[in-house]
């Protein structure tokens, strides 16, 4: 993706994103401890509230207006949809980055795995029995779709 600067402020990685039109990256604390503002800078997440708009260049970053590109939902997002893991949704698209990087470390989690690895995420509305089932959810699908790629 090319990102451009549009202020001579060096803002945030998430002010950049909003500048761009991409809004699923959320500043809420300010100081990288919610995971609201999740971003994959070069597949790994960093909270975009605190990683400088400037240190991106050249860098392939995703959010998770980039997960569904070709027109169909990850197996992610369609784990958070079916379980049901969002109230509000302002937390859920660091949860389902956050998934995606879980997943592709380790296709087959345990709770505890799950647990830790999202332990940097916090939602508000208190939705984890339903997160942790999509994340389960989630490795299921991928199983599958890597069981039969045809779909």
């Known amino acids: 993706m090319d990102l451009r600067l549009v202020e001579d402020i060096t803002p945030n990685l998430v002010e950049l994103l909003h500048d761009?039109?991409?809004?699923?990256?959320?500043?809420?604390?300010?100081?990288?401890?919610?995971?609201?503002?999740?971003?994959?800078?070069?597949?790994?997440?960093?909270?975009?509230?605190?990683?400088l708009a400037v240190a991106v260049d050249g860098k392939k970053i995703s959010t998770v207006e980039h997960l569904d590109s070709s027109g169909t939902l990850s197996a992610v997002q369609q784990a958070f949809i079916e379980a049901g893991a969002f109230q509000c949704g302002f937390c859920t698209p660091g949860f389902v980055l956050m998934t995606h990087q879980l997943l592709a470390h380790n296709a087959d989690p345990s709770e505890d795995d799950i647990r830790h690895y999202l332990s940097g995420n916090l939602c508000r509305c208190a939705a984890y029995p339903e997160i942790i089932e999509a994340v389960r959810l989630a490795a299921r699908l991928q199983k599958q779709n890597r069981a039969n790629p045809s779909g």
């Open 20 to 51: 761009q039109g991409l809004f699923g990256a959320r500043e809420s604390c300010g100081q990288g401890l919610c995971g609201c503002c999740t971003v994959l800078v070069d597949d790994v997440a960093v909270s975009g509230c605190l990683y």
